[in-house]
């Protein structure tokens, strides 16, 4: 069973320019979270996508966008980079949907985003 | 989102057993407690989660307050393998049987041999 992977491991950008991380879910999952690690905090949660659809979001800017293609890989675009967009970013996919089954969140080892 | 409150950091001795707290007095009846863990250079992986009854499985335990306003982790023999950051965290619905994550900055374990 091949876990989450995350590609690249690290990216350096400049202020303004655009950047697409991507995320390959494990084998079978459906749903795939993205989270914001800054320095010395805990994840914060961006957004969600279930069967292609967002479902879900958090308090982020319509600049951080996703896509979730049809073999639940997916896609971080983050437009209009600010300085205070570098961060880790997390992939995490789980099964979801299933009555009363639980919904473990596994991870990725994320991308390191350096924005100068 | 209800929040939980943790210490910023605990230290322990290898081989002893480990208590990590958590205080989550604005839980909901439906919010379940998880915990997950974060090893350096690696993403967050996860431990155990519960609703009212204690829990154990093979990475730890997890005690859970009868009234649920709190919860400890147990490690039952701290490893060096086990020096992380534990965050606990209260599990929300976002539609379609799919839950959201909420972190907070979660306590920093380090562990001496």
Redo the contacts between chains.
């Keep these: 069973e091949t876990g ?1 992977t995350q590609s690249p491991t690290h990216l350096i950008k400049t202020r303004g320019q655009q950047v697409t991380l991507r995320c390959s879910s494990q084998s079978g999952h459906n ?1 795939v ?1 993205w ?1 914001q690690q800054a320095l ?6 961006i957004f ?1 996508y ?2 292609e659809e967002e ?2 979001r ?1 308090n982020f800017p319509p600049r951080f966008s996703g896509l979730q293609f049809p073999n639940y890989s997916s896609e971080l675009n983050v437009n209009a980079l600010e300085l205070d967009d570098s961060a880790l970013y ?1 992939c ?1 996919s ?1 099964l ?4 009363g ?10 991308t390191r985003l350096t924005v100068l | 989102d209800a929040k939980t409150t943790q210490p910023n950091s605990m230290e322990s001795n290898e081989e002893e057993p480990v208590h990590l707290p958590c205080n989550h007095s604005t839980i909901s009846g439906t919010d379940y407690i998880h915990w997950y863990r974060q090893l350096p ?6 431990v155990i ?1 519960g609703l009212t009854s204690n829990v154990n499985n093979r990475m730890a335990s997890l005690a859970i307050a009868e009234d649920r306003k709190s919860s400890t982790l147990i490690l039952h023999r701290a490893t060096l393998r086990d020096a992380a ?1 534990y ?1 606990c965290i209260l599990r929300a619905y ?13 306590t920093k374990l380090s562990v001496i041999p």
């Design positions: 989450v749903t979270s989270y010395g905090q805990g994840p914060q949660f969600q279930y069967r479902n879900g958090g997390l995490a789980s979801d949907g299933l009555a089954a639980y919904n473990e969140q596994f991870f990725g080892p994320g | 250079s690696q993403g967050p992986e996860y989660h950051v965050y976002s539609g379609a049987g799919s839950y959201q994550l909420t972190f907070g900055k979660g």
